[in-house]
Every structure is written in structure tokens, then in C-alpha cells.
């Protein structure tokens, strides 16, 4: 019988393990962070529609702002202030103090430039927001949904399990 205990408790170890994972993947996702320009950061020397082209934005989503705030801002302005570099009336000034977030809430385009001028020489930067595709929520019907596929995981292992401890009680 020693044999069968050793048997269970391997399945048991394999059940708590599998029911991590399933749990760590039920987490939904914070939203994602999108560091603006990539390696190159917040400056003069990044091509931002190229670097916005190859992202995807979705609602809850979050830019990330790194820059020398001895030097740039970081201001929300609407699409006309955006194509004219015009930094008077902005939405909002997200600069803090350099390594700045700014959450996307919405589902639209989104425009921020850098005042001081830099903003003529290509320091701007619009992302359009679409709505995320439907995630794995931590709803009950997900929560059933994954106990099901635990158990159809599971219910084969315990029946192999069960059939390689044949022999043993045979003897
Ligand atoms: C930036 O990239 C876009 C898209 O690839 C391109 O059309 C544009 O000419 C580039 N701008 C500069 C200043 O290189
Ligand atoms: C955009 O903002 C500027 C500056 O505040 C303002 O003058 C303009 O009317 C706004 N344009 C639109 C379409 O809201
Ligand atoms: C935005 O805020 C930063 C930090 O407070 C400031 O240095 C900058 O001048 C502001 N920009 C504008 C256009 O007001």
C-alpha cells in the first residue's frame, strides 16, 4: 500500500501546482505600460509616429514618460494644437518630475507635445486607444469553466494512477 499513498500524494502535489497556475493565469491584466519612444525615451532625437505605429494601445493602458524635465513637458492638447505645435490651452500638464504615467481611459486618439519650441522639431506624439480585446475576467462562469478543464486535466492522472497500482495489489 505504500506504494498507492506515494502515488496519491504525487497527484495531490500535481493538483496544488496545476491550481497555481490556473489561478495566476485567471489574474486580469493591469494594463500594460508603453514607455514613449522606447529606448530613446522622451526627446529630440525619436521619430514618435513611427514609434506609435508599432504599439497597441488599449483603454487602461499606460504611456510612460522618461525625460530631463530641466528640458521638456509633457502637455495633453487637442488634435489642432497638436498639428500646429500650439502649447497655450492645453488639456492637461502631465509633467512631474521626469518619469511621468498617464493613463489611457478612453477609446480615442490621444495627443501630447513638448512646449519650449521642442514640439516644431518632432516632439510630439499621438496613440490611438481601442477597447482591449475580451480578457480572461475572474468572473464565476470563468471560475467554473477553469475548474472543469482542472478536472478533465486531472480525472486521466488519477485513473493512470490508479491502473499502474494494479500489479501491486495482485501480489
Ligand atoms: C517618421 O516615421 C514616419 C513613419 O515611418 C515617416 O513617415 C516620417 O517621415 C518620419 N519622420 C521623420 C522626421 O523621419
Ligand atoms: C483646441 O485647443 C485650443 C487651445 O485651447 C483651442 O483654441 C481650440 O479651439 C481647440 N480646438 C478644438 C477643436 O477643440
Ligand atoms: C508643465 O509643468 C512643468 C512642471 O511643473 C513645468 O516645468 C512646465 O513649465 C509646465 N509647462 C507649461 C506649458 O506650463
Redesign the pocket.
Known sequence: MENFWMKLGSVATLIVTLMLILTTMAEPGEGALHKVGGRSGWTEHANYTEWSTHERFSVGDWLYFVFN?QMY?V?EVNETSFESCN?QG?IS?I??GGRDVFQLKEAKTYYFIC??GYCWGGMKVFVDVVVAPPAPTPSPSGAARSLASLSLVILPLIVTSLLSLKPTRCL
Request: net charge positive; proline share 0%; aromatic share 10%.
Open positions: 524635465r513637458d502637455l502649447s492645453f500638464n509633467t512631474r512646449s519650449r
